[in-house]
DNA sequence: TTGAAAGCGGTACCAA
DNA sequence: TTGGTACCGCTTTCAA
C-alpha cells in the first residue's frame, strides 16, 4: 500500500509526511516531529540526519493535521467591504507584512458591503478556525460579533466601529479627521464650507461630526442644504461626488470650500466645479479624505486627509497577534491613529481673496 | 473532562463537535456525519434531530479537521506581486465572487514583487495543502512551478507567463494590446509614435512586440529613443512615467503618440506633457493600459486599454476549480481574454491636425 | 535521548 | 438505516 515515499490515495499522490522520513532513517516519528520544532532533546547526529532527509525530500508539514491538534491554524480572517478601495487593499498589505513575519497565514474575503454576506464570511472563517478575524465590518447591528465571541476567537474591527460594543478597534480618529480637515479650509481663508457627507457608518458620522464642531468652533454658518449626502460605494462614489456638487453649486449663497467625505467623492466634487467653469481652489477649494495615491494627478490634484491604511493594517495585525499570545480575555483596547493633512493644488490658494 | 457542550483543552474553551450532538441525541458520529454531507441514508426523523440540535448549538464542522481525512482544505491560494494595485485587487475580487459560490476559501498573500518572498509564500500556501494556486508571478525562472508541480498541486499562472513553461494561464493577450493601442494612435492621425515600456515580464515584453509589429505593417518608422523603460513597481510607476516621457520630450522630432505600458505610466506622461506646456492630445496623443478606474478623472481623462481584470479572475477559478475536480492531469489550457479599447479625451483629437 | 500510545475532529468502509 | 472501527498527519504525554 505505501511506496517508499509516496501514497496512494483517493487515486492522487500524497506529499512526503513524517512517517517516510521516519521509516527511511530507523527512528520514530515523534523524534522527527521533535526535530521539526527544535525540540532540546534530540541528539546532534540524529538531528542532522532527520534534517537532512527532510531536505532531501522537499518535506512539508501538513499545517492542517497540525492545526488539528494544536486547534491553532496560524491563519486570520480579514473581511473587508470593498478589496478593490485602496485603503483596504493597503490595510491588507500592511496586515499581510507583519503577518508573514510570524508565519500566519491571511485568509481575506470581501462582504462587497452587504451585512448578510460578510455574515457568511464571517462564519466561514470561523469554521476554517482562523485564529483571530480583522473585519471592517458592514454590519449593522452587532450581533454577528456576538457569534465570534461565543467562538472565542479574538477579533479586531478597523476602520469602522460600533456604539454599543466593546471590542478591539483600530484607526483613524474620524472626528479629528472632520476637524483637521475643516480647520484647513478656514485657514485658507474660506468662509463657507460644506460638507459632501458619507453614509451611516463610524467613519462618516465622526467626520461629519468634527466638521460641525469646528465650524461651531470658529463661529461659522452651516446654511440649509450645504451638507449633502454622497454615496460612498466603490463605482459611484464619483458620480455621486459629481451630483452632490451641482446640488451645492445650485446654492445661494454658493460654498467656497468643501469637505468630502473620501477621496473619490471629491473627484467627482472636483469635476463638477471645473465643469460648471469655476476655479479650484479660487472660486471652491475643496479636499478628501483617504489620500489614495493617484489623488496627486488628478486635474487638479486634490488635497486630502491621510489615513495611514498601512499603519492601521501593522496595528491590527500585532492586536491581533498578542490577543492570540495571551490566554485569558483582556479588556477589549482601542487604537486611535492621528489623521494627517496632505495639502495640494486644490486647497491651495496663492492669495487669499477677501469674501 | 468534558461539560455538556465545551471542552476544557489547552486552558481555552472549545466549539461544539459531532461528538457532543451524538451524545445529546444518543446517536453515533457517523450519523452525525452524514447528516451534515446529506447522505441518503438517514431516516427523516434522525436527520430533524440533528439538524435541530445543530441550529441549537450553532454547530460548525471543523474543516481543518476534514481536510486531514478529505485531503481537500477547500482553499485557493492567490499570489499576487502587489495587492495595492487595482488590476491585481480587480483579479482577486473576480476569484473571491467565484469562489465563495462554492464553498472555497480564498488564502490571499503578496510577493511584493520579490522572486525570493513569492518563493517562501508558496511554500507556505504548498504546507497549507490549498488545493489550487493561481499566481501572478515574479519570477524570472520557472524552478518554483516545478515544485508546485512536484506537489501534484495544480496552478494557475495569471496576467504574466513563462516562455519554457507548460502551464495553465488565464491573462490578456498582450500582443493584441500593443496592437490595439497602437493602431488607435495611428487611426487618430499620430504618425510618429513612442513607446515606454515596461519591465522583462511577458506582459511588457509582449506588448512592445505588438507595439513594434503595428508600426511596421503600417510602414511607419522607430526612430532611435523612441522606446523607453518606465518601471511598473506600484509607487514609482507614475514618477518613471514622468521622468521617461520627459526623455521623449527632448528628442527631435518630437513623438504625436505615446503608449504606455500601464495606467499609472501612463499618468505621469501625462503630466510631463502639460508641464511642458504641450497639449493632451493635439500635440501628443497618449494611452496607456489596464483602464483603471480613476483614468477618467485625470487632469486629462486617459484613453486605455482594458485588460478584464475581474474576468480574468472569474475564468482563472473557473479553471482552477475544474483542475481540483478531474482526477488525472489533463493538457495545460490558456485562456486567452481580448483587450478592449476605453477611448478618452488624451487621445481623442477633434480635427486631425496634418503633420 | 528516544519512542509507544493516545487523541485532535472529522470521514470512509463495511458489517449489523 | 445505523454505527463500529480504522485512520488522515501530526503533537502530547509519559515511560523506557
Avoid at 467625505?261 to 469635476?271: E, F, R, S, V
Wanted: aromatic letters at 4%.
Amino acid at each position: 500500500m505505501q511506496s517508499l515515499k509516496l501514497t496512494a490515495w483517493h487515486n492522487t499522490v500524497m506529499a512526503v509526511r513524517m512517517k517516510d522520513i521516519a521509516r527511511d532513517l530507523g527512528v520514530s516519528v515523534v523524534t522527527v516531529s521533535k526535530v521539526l520544532r527544535n525540540h532540546s532533546d534530540i541528539s546532534p547526529a540524529t538531528r542532522e540526519r532527520v534534517l537532512k532527509r527532510m531536505k532531501e525530500l522537499n518535506y512539508r508539514p501538513n499545517l492542517a493535521a497540525r492545526a488539528l491538534v494544536t486547534g491553532r491554524t496560524n491563519m486570520i480572517g480579514l473581511i473587508v467591504p470593498d478589496l478593490v478601495h485602496p485603503f483596504f487593499a493597503e490595510v491588507a498589505k500592511g496586515l499581510s507584512k507583519v503577518l508573514r513575519k510570524k508565519g500566519y497565514g491571511l485568509v481575506i474575503s470581501s462582504s462587497e458591503e452587504d451585512p448578510e454576506l460578510e455574515q457568511q464570511e464571517i462564519d466561514q472563517l470561523l469554521a476554517r478556525r482562523v485564529d483571530a478575524l480583522i473585519i471592517a465590518s458592514a454590519q449593522w447591528t452587532v450581533e454577528s460579533f456576538r457569534r465570534i465571541e461565543e467562538m472565542k476567537t479574538p477579533y479586531v474591527l478597523i476602520d469602522r466601529r460600533f456604539a454599543g460594543l466593546a471590542a478591539n478597534f483600530v484607526g483613524v480618529d474620524d472626528e479629528q479627521v472632520g476637524a483637521v480637515a475643516t480647520e484647513h479650509l478656514i485657514e485658507i481663508g474660506c468662509q463657507r464650507i460644506a460638507h459632501i457627507r458619507g453614509p451611516e457608518l463610524s467613519t462618516a458620522l465622526g467626520r461629519l461630526e468634527g466638521y460641525r464642531r469646528t465650524l461651531t468652533r470658529h463661529g461659522l454658518a452651516m446654511p440649509p442644504g450645504y451638507i449633502v449626502l454622497g454615496k460612498s460605494a466603490d463605482d459611484a462614489a464619483d458620480a455621486s461626488g459629481y451630483q452632490a456638487m451641482r446640488q451645492l453649486l445650485r446654492l445661494n449663497p454658493r460654498p467656497d470650500g468643501v469637505f468630502c467625505y473620501n477621496d473619490p467623492i471629491g473627484m467627482g466634487a472636483l469635476k463638477a466645479i471645473l465643469e460648471a467653469g469655476l476655479r479650484v481652489p479660487e472660486d471652491i477649494a475643496v479636499i478628501g479624505c483617504g489620500n489614495v495615491h493617484y489623488a496627486g494627478l488628478l486635474r487638479v490634484p486634490l488635497s486630502s486627509i491621510d489615513q495611514e491604511s498601512a499603519t492601521i493594517g501593522e496595528r491590527a495585525a500585532k492586536l491581533a497577534l498578542s490577543l492570540i499570545e495571551s490566554k485569558d480575555t483582556v479588556r477589549p483596547k482601542t487604537i486611535l491613529l492621528a489623521p494627517k493633512l496632505a495639502v495640494r493644488d486644490s486647497t491651495r490658494k496663492v492669495a487669499c481673496a477677501a469674501k
